[in-house]
């Protein structure tokens, strides 16, 4: 599966709480990025990083913040969590900066109460 | 304002026929178009892309067609089978920007 591990899997949270979500990778590829997907919008992107400590904006990155200190590791702060964060976060890995080279995990689905 | 439309958000085609699945863009810049497939509670993989200089692009039973002035696309899977039943997403790039995904269409294979 490419060596990307989301966690948790399952989440289920209550409105104003804040949330952690954790992407994993063995493979030491550069790039990371977060998605959302919801019924009727495809995967959008919320936030990618370029490196450790680099990181930038996507399409959908209000109420959201990430944080990239190891390589291996990507992470996805709902600072406070809302009902319109209820989705299926994926987390993608790439070794180039070709977005359409990226690999995804499996998915983390977060239902915020 | 949708730059990639999947306008059907279902079909259900019979074993053995072929699927034709469609993806239209409103963006002439898209220089280069993916298909990816996705299995419930797993993420997209990608299946088959095509470069805006080419019409045609064929991998197997997977076979993506490329008609920039009519700014569409589609994904032909012959002969489809059970396996093929899952979404499958049309997805488009310009240059460096990143990659607009459209909204999906599942594919039912029926036996």
């Known amino acids: 599966d490419a060596g990307i591990t989301q966690s948790p899997r399952h989440k289920v949270t209550e409105t104003g709480t804040p949330v952690t979500l954790r992407c994993h990778q063995t493979?030491?590829?550069?790039?990371m990025y977060w998605y959302r997907q919801d019924p009727g919008h495809g995967l959008r992107l919320i936030h990618y990083s370029y490196g450790v400590k680099d990181t930038d904006k996507g399409e959908v990155s209000d109420g959201y913040s990430v944080s990239r200190s190891k390589t291996e590791d990507f992470l996805l702060t709902l600072e406070s969590a809302t009902s319109s964060q209820t989705s299926v976060y994926f987390c993608?890995?790439?070794?180039?900066?070709?977005?359409?080279?990226?690999?995804f995990g499996q998915g983390t689905r977060l239902t915020v109460v | 304002d949708q730059q990639v439309k999947q306008n059907s958000p279902s079909l259900s085609v019979q074993e053995g026929r072929i699927s034709i699945l469609n993806c239209d863009y409103t963006n002439s810049m898209f220089d280069y178009f993916l298909w990816y497939k996705k299995y419930p509670a797993e993420g997209p993989t990608f299946l088959i892309s095509i470069s805006s200089i080419k019409d045609k692009n064929e991998d197997g039973r997977f076979t993506v067609f490329l008609n920039k002035s009519a700014k569409h696309l589609s994904l032909h899977i012959v002969p489809s089978q059970p396996g093929d039943s899952a979404v499958y997403f049309c997805a488009a790039i310009k240059g460096d920007d990143k990659i607009i995904f459209g909204k999906g269409t599942r594919l039912h294979i029926l036996p």
């Open positions: 993608a890995i790439s070794e180039s900066d070709r977005e359409d080279e990226a690999f």
């Open positions: 493979e030491n590829h550069r790039y």
